[in-house]
Each structure stands twice: as C-alpha cells, then as structure tokens.
C-alpha cells in the first residue's frame, strides 16, 4: 500500500507561482510512476505531469509545458510540483497519484491516489 498526502494548494493571483508537495509512505516510490492530476468544477480529470522515479524521465501536459516543473527527492519520498505563470484556467483541485505503468498519462493507470488539494488562480 502508498499513502500519498498533498500540501502547498492556495489562492495566488495571475501570473504568480505555488509549489505543491505529496508525500508518500507505507511503500519506497523506487518502481513507480508519480503523477500530478487536476480536476477543476464539472470538469473531467486530467493529466497534468508526470515523473519516473527510478530514472527521472518527466512527461508533462502540452497546457502546461514550460510552465510547470515536476520533481523528486528520493530521500524524502516526495514528489513536487512547481507551477509558475499560473492562469485562472489552471484552477482547479489537484491530486497526487502513483502507478506502476512507466510514464502513464493515464489515470486510469493510477492506483493510489491522495486526497487533493485546492489550487485557486485570480484573474
């Protein structure tokens, strides 16, 4: 079993930047793909990143390319998400996933998920 936990969500104007955090435990992360999803109000969810922890190998959402940066420390098993120039469409409840599917973008590849956390983006 994973346990993921997010943190770091907030209410941040247009262009500014935030830095969520999932913290996982009950299993090392070392064979699994860590994701980022995000599911704003009657929306469906959606892949946003996603990072291999063995070797690093990162995947990222064309919407969010070049904005958005996903990271890991392996001593601390979590992974980041940092989000920069962040736009009002970007709002939305954002989930920290794990799967054993290499570079999935698929959620319906994940099997642990955490519970979310709110981000808000001001126009």
């Known amino acids: 079993q994973v346990q993921l936990v997010e943190s770091g969500g907030g209410v941040v104007q247009a262009g500014g930047s935030l830095r969520l955090s999932c913290a996982a435990s009950?299993?090392?992360?070392?064979?699994?793909?860590a994701g980022w999803f995000r599911q704003a109000p009657g929306k469906e969810r959606e892949f946003v990143a996603a990072?291999?922890?063995?070797?690093?190998?990162?995947y990222y959402a064309d919407s969010v390319k070049g904005r958005f940066t996903i990271s890991r420390d392996n001593a601390k098993n979590t992974v980041y998400l940092q989000m920069n120039s962040l736009k009002p469409e970007d709002t939305a409840v954002h989930y920290c996933?794990?799967?054993?599917?290499?570079?999935?973008?698929?959620?319906?590849?994940?099997?642990?998920w955490g519970q979310g956390t709110q981000v808000t983006v001001s126009s």
């Open positions: 996933a794990a799967s054993t599917a290499w570079g999935s973008r698929s959620l319906y590849e994940y099997r642990y």
């Open positions: 009950g299993r090392a992360l070392s064979s699994y793909t």
């Open positions: 990072i291999t922890w063995s070797k690093g190998s990162t």
